[in-house]
């Protein structure tokens, strides 16, 4: 808690916001309580620091006194001594605000979730003091200095474009002019490798100087700008109506803000998505380059669903990454949110639930710090994902709980409808059958009133695993077969295959072990589009 009050030190912050610093997701019935009596013991350890408003409580710091705050006027007063030319002057307060850090704020506290924004901008505001520093260190004739700091920060953060420039322009400026080409040369590969994008134009302007090459003018223009968000706008506007004829298409990427637009579905939508592939997650890595953020993650969340389709994972997750850079670059919170979110079911499909867990989590923090509780409530249903895939069904039937209570107070039958059907798979291993047969009755009304057949087959399937528990295989039978048709109909050429392999099994042993809705929500060990009922259930 004390933590938390000094990364907003003067901000009034009520009791709840603590909630999910001191238990994350899972807060005990005894919260507001506990929380009373932590507060009581820290407004007495703090001597009247503590001060309690109408809104919340308030720490009250002197100036001088806390050291991020120290750091922030001395960044102050360094930019403005560079801006005044005194570079030498510059160079030394910039020199006392950064030997006030001691590797990460409070690295000896375990972050929770909440404090990750706060945090990264602490540390992105170190990074650029460092990058700062080192273009002052040129200036001043410093080179070995610029580039010994460069290289270590590179180092740290290879996938910050600019540090690259400067290391290539302190290069140059010590006579190293085949060195500074190599820079380029090694940054191309890396932004290849890791993004599959080209550097931006400003490098480029670089390596062309290096090379002494006419400068051409910047291709990003305003107007340039401006026709490349249109044509992002219209290639979303695209890609949403062709996915909205894949069978899962009513859980997509959820796309935060009004629709770009409105337009009809191309003739053949999987061929026209197959075509046109390629050229789409290069309009992403183009947008992300010249700055559209918004444009960017907004397009590769569209595409998320064919690329959950047809299983091209490597693809999703690159270009996922692209517009998650792009919006942390852009301070796109939105975007941010929603990525990671995106590369919280690419982890379940590699089975790195460490990884699912952290972009979950920082997901549903960030959504919640934006007032979107539906994003929110779908972040938790990935939580609830993960819980249940660790082995954990008690913590994820709580979470799945609390993602249907949420979704449905924000009026989402389709992502209520998962979350109920989620449910009911964790109750049906805890043996809890009466609780798994009201959460699909109520997840089937859901499915059958907004014309969801693809939520509603799996519904169905999953009423058979627990005609099971019920010895019920006439039930379980018809169950099934209700499925089968359902997945026939809208072309679910996996969802087929695993319910006739289910009825089968039924047929032949009359003990089936008939794969649940459960094991398809985990595609990464096999099966074909249908298996993505994980990603494509959000």
Same mark, same amino acid.
């Given at each position: 808690m004390l933590a938390t009050f000094l990364l907003t030190p003067g901000e009034q912050l009520p009791l709840d916001r603590f909630v999910d610093v001191v238990w994350g997701a899972q807060p005990p019935k005894s919260a507001s309580a506990n929380l009373y009596s932590y507060v009581t013991v820290l407004r007495r350890a703090l001597h009247g620091r503590l001060n309690r408003l109408r809104s919340g409580y308030v720490l009250h710091v002197k100036p001088?006194?806390?050291?991020?705050?120290?750091?922030?006027?001395?960044?102050?007063?360094?930019?403005?001594?560079?801006?005044?030319?005194?570079?030498?002057?510059?160079?030394?307060?910039?020199?006392?605000?950064?030997?006030?850090?001691?590797?990460?704020?409070?690295?000896?506290?375990?972050?929770?979730?909440?404090?990750?924004?706060?945090?990264?901008?602490?540390?992105?505001?170190?990074?650029?003091?460092?990058?700062?520093?080192?273009?002052?260190?040129?200036?001043?004739?410093?080179? #070995?200095?610029?580039?010994?700091?460069?290289?270590?920060?590179?180092?740290?953060?290879?996938?910050?474009?600019?540090?690259?420039?400067?290391?290539?322009?302190?290069?140059?400026?010590?006579?190293?002019?085949?060195?500074?080409?190599?820079?380029?040369?090694?940054?191309?590969?890396?932004?290849?490798?890791?993004?599959?994008?080209?550097?931006?134009?400003?490098?480029?302007?670089?390596?062309?100087?290096?090379?002494?090459?006419?400068?051409?003018?910047?291709?990003? *223009?305003?107007?340039?700008?401006?026709?490349?968000?249109?044509? $992002?706008?219209?290639?979303?506007?695209? +890609?949403?109506?062709?996915?909205?004829?894949?069978?899962?298409?009513?859980?997509? @990427? *959820?796309? @935060?803000?009004?629709? +770009?637009?409105?337009?009809?579905?191309?003739?053949?939508?999987? *061929?026209?998505?197959?075509?046109? $592939?390629?050229?789409? @997650?290069?309009?992403?890595?183009?947008?992300?380059?010249?700055?559209?953020? #918004? #444009?960017?993650?907004?397009?590769?969340?569209?595409?998320?669903?064919?690329?959950?389709?047809?299983?091209?994972?490597?693809?999703?997750?690159? $270009?996922?990454?692209?517009?998650?850079?792009?919006a942390r670059k852009c301070g796109d919170t939105e975007g941010e949110a929603t990525m990671l979110r995106g590369l919280g079911q690419w982890h379940i499909y590699t089975d790195d639930f460490d990884g699912a867990n952290e972009c979950f989590d920082v997901a549903r923090v960030l959504a919640r710090a934006l007032g979107n509780e539906r994003e929110a409530a779908l972040a938790v249903c990935g939580l609830g994902a993960v819980a249940r895939f660790t082995g954990d069904n008690a913590e994820a039937a709580s979470l799945f709980r609390d993602a249907a209570e949420q979704l449905r107070s924000a009026a989402d039958p389709f992502g209520e409808a998962y979350a109920r059907w989620a449910l009911a798979g964790s109750f049906i291993s805890l043996d809890n059958t009466a609780g798994a047969k009201t959460e699909l009755d109520r997840a089937l009304q859901l499915a059958i009133d907004s014309k969801d057949r693809h939520r509603e087959a799996h519904v169905r399937q999953r009423f058979a695993d627990l005609h099971r528990c019920w010895s019920d295989e006439a039930a379980a039978i018809a169950s099934l077969e209700q499925a089968l048709e359902i997945f026939v109909e809208i072309h679910d050429d996996a969802g087929v295959a695993e319910v006739k392999a289910s009825l089968r099994d039924l047929g032949a042993t009359g003990h089936s072990r008939a794969a649940s809705g459960g094991d398809r929500e985990r595609p990464c060990n096999g099966g074909g589009p249908g298996s993505t009922g994980f990603t494509t259930g959000f």
């Open positions: 001088g006194e806390l050291d991020v705050q120290v750091f922030t006027d001395l960044l102050a007063q360094a930019r403005h001594d560079a801006s005044q030319g005194h570079i030498a002057e510059s160079i030394t307060v910039y020199d006392r605000a950064l030997k006030l850090w001691r590797g990460e704020p409070l690295a000896d506290i375990k972050g929770p979730p909440p404090w990750i924004p706060y945090i990264q901008r602490l540390i992105d505001t170190r990074l650029d003091a460092l990058e700062e520093r080192a273009v002052l260190y040129v200036h001043n004739g410093q080179h #070995s200095d610029a580039i010994s700091e460069l290289r270590g920060l590179i180092a740290e953060h290879p996938l910050r474009e600019s540090l690259w420039r400067q290391l290539m322009t302190a290069q140059s400026s010590a006579g190293q002019r085949a060195e500074a080409i190599d820079t380029y040369a090694k940054l191309r590969s890396t932004l290849a490798d890791e993004l599959g994008i080209e550097p931006s134009e400003e490098s480029q302007q670089v390596h062309r100087r290096l090379l002494g090459a006419p400068t051409a003018r910047a291709r990003h *223009t305003d107007v340039r700008t401006a026709e490349l968000r249109r044509i $992002c706008a219209d290639k979303q506007a695209l +890609v949403e109506a062709a996915v909205a004829r894949l069978p899962a298409s009513q859980f997509a @990427m *959820t796309i @935060m803000g009004p629709s +770009v637009k409105t337009v009809p579905a191309p003739p053949e939508p999987l *061929t026209w998505l197959a075509d046109n $592939c390629d050229d789409i @997650m290069a309009l992403v890595r183009q947008a992300a380059t010249a700055g559209l953020a #918004s #444009s960017a993650w907004r397009l590769s969340a569209a595409l998320v669903p064919y690329l959950d389709f047809k299983i091209r994972l490597d693809d999703w997750r690159r $270009c996922a990454r692209i517009a998650l850079v792009a």
